[in-house]
């Protein structure tokens, strides 16, 4: 069956600090990832999105690139923010018609000043 | 910004109870999802939903669910005898018709979740 394995949290850095939040996936044929976020007392809402292979997805300053061949779709940020505090989902859909949505276990990030 | 709401933001309920979750969807959405996150754990699947009829569920969706679009506007959620284990957070999601038209665009909107307490 298809899952998205991420990195235990929570993390804690300080601002400007360097962002990873590594996700691996295991999938049948060609899914599509993506990382939603999801700030404190709020709904999920999607960050950003990549469709194949090597396709980068680009979102306020968060990036991750698609790797079929590590089947990974490591979260990065160069300088994060305290805003940017939030739980971050790593998450597929499978394609082939199915548009179900399976997540990671989620990251809590914690940005302090 | 055209955003999913979802009703009652919380509810506390007694063990056996029925309850209905409501969703209204973005206007121009034709796909909606059901999914629940316990406390602490995975956001998890629960069913999607497309041209009035199911077309995904997964094993937690068992007989004591449902789902419909009783007026055509409202997305709704019903436990039929609610579990301790059904406390969780539930949350709508809609997605729109792709280019295409015969699939989605592959981009989920939530709502803001319903927390849901059973005693």
């Known amino acids: 069956g298809n899952s998205v394995t991420q990195m235990e949290g929570p993390v804690t850095l300080s601002e400007e600090a360097f962002l990873t939040i590594n996700c691996t996936y295991t999938?049948?044929?060609?899914?599509?990832l993506f990382w939603y976020v999801q700030y404190p007392g709020e709904g999920l809402q999607l960050l950003l999105k990549?469709?194949?292979?090597?396709d980068k997805g680009s979102n306020k300053g968060f990036e991750a690139t698609y790797r079929k061949e590590t089947t990974s779709f490591h979260l990065e940020k160069g300088s994060v923010q305290v805003s940017d505090s939030a739980v971050y989902f790593c998450?597929?859909?499978?394609?082939?018609?199915?548009?179900?949505?399976?997540f990671g276990k989620g990251t809590k990030l914690s940005v302090i000043p | 910004e055209p955003e999913v709401t979802q009703t009652p933001s919380h509810q506390v309920t007694q063990m056996g109870q029925e309850v209905i979750l409501r969703c209204v969807p973005i206007s121009n959405h034709l796909y909606f999802y059901w999914y629940r996150q316990i406390l602490g754990q995975k956001v998890e699947f629960l069913v999607s939903?497309?041209?009035?009829?199911?077309?995904?569920k997964s094993e937690i969706f068992d007989d004591q669910f449902s789902v419909e679009r009783p007026d055509g506007s409202n997305f709704t959620l019903k436990i039929r005898s609610t579990k301790l284990e059904d406390s969780a957070m539930y949350f709508c999601?809609?997605?729109?018709?792709?280019?295409?038209?015969?699939?989605?665009?592959?981009?989920?909107?939530f709502g803001e979740g319903s927390r849901l307490t059973v005693l």
């Open positions: 990549a469709t194949k292979a090597d």
């Open positions: 998450a597929l859909i499978p394609g082939a018609g199915s548009y179900q949505l399976t």
């Open positions: 999938a049948t044929g060609y899914p599509s």
């Open positions: 999601a809609t997605m729109q018709r792709g280019r295409t038209g015969t699939s989605g665009t592959g981009e989920l909107f």
């Open positions: 939903f497309y041209n009035n009829e199911i077309s995904e």
